[in-house]
């Protein structure tokens, strides 16, 4: 089924702890070899901004997801054996403050028409500010969850004589490949601000122009309190699984595995930028 062709790992961890405070940053990239889907002849955008105040509570829900396949959809699984393949972006956030001031904000781009190397089909910006001091009382939380996903899956397919349309470059033999990469974080604050952006992409009509996810997550104090300090948990994570084979040939020549996931507690600042590309 896959295969990894000539990519390579980075992974940079760096902890601090001073007294109780917890001050952790996280860099993650890989490139591979997958392809993007080529887009439909009919494609659609949505876009949505929200900005949200409140003194009291707060709760909010979001759930994308987006497949897009060179073949039809409503046969699959199994994938034609002859060079079919398809592709999800996936993105899910759920948020929920009680008794405090949260002031919110959330931006989502999807476009599902091909893209360049440049472009993307989805993306997400979040900015959250929480103090649970806010209502007076000073007992409230705030819980918020968030994650964003890339699934690509195709069979090989010797040129021309593949089943299925591959952009701009058909002719080429490209071997089957399997990736999954997901990046999210998790947190429980007293007071704190998170700021996240994510992005992904997996249509073009350009095979070169690969397929990508990003995601960056920042927790830290909240411009309410002026402390620099989060107070609460956080959590951040990566995981990936990438599998590729080699020429038209049905076979399994590279496995590879990923992840990551770090948990802080106390007074905290933590952060984590994660990239995957291919090619």
Not at 116 to 133: F, W
Request: overall charge negative.
């Amino acid at each position: 089924m896959c295969n990894y062709q000539g990519g390579e790992m980075k992974t940079k961890t760096m902890v601090i702890l001073v007294a109780f405070a917890f001050i952790m940053a996280i860099g993650f990239s890989v490139v591979s070899a997958a392809n993007p889907i080529p887009a439909s002849n009919e494609t659609s955008g949505i876009s949505v901004y929200i900005t949200a105040n409140a003194q009291g509570s707060l709760k909010s829900d979001t759930d994308i997801v987006f497949t897009q396949g060179n073949g039809n959809l409503l046969n699959n699984p199994p994938l034609d054996a002859n060079g079919e393949g398809q592709a999800t972006i996936a993105y899910v956030e759920n948020t929920v403050a009680t008794s405090g001031t949260i002031n919110y904000t959330q931006s989502i781009e999807v476009d599902t028409a091909s893209q360049g190397a440049s472009g993307s089909n989805l993306e997400t910006v979040r900015q959250i500010d929480y103090s649970n001091e806010g209502d007076g009382d000073s007992v409230g939380m705030m819980h918020s969850s968030e994650s964003i996903l890339i699934e690509q899956d195709a069979t090989a397919t010797d040129g021309e004589e593949g089943c299925c349309m591959w952009g701009d470059d058909n002719g080429e033999t490209l071997p089957a490949s399997s990736v999954r990469v997901e990046a999210g974080s998790e947190v429980n604050l007293k007071e704190g601000s998170v700021n996240s952006d994510g992005s992904a992409r997996t249509v073009s009509n350009d095979i070169d122009s690969g397929i990508e996810i990003t995601y960056d997550v920042s927790v830290e104090g909240s411009g309410q309190t002026g402390n620099d300090k989060a107070v609460g948990g956080a959590e951040v994570f990566t995981e990936a699984i990438i599998m590729e084979g080699s020429g038209a040939e049905v076979n399994q020549t590279t496995s590879m595995t990923y992840e990551q996931n770090v948990r802080v507690n106390g007074l905290i600042q933590i952060s984590m930028d994660t990239e995957y590309s291919s090619p």
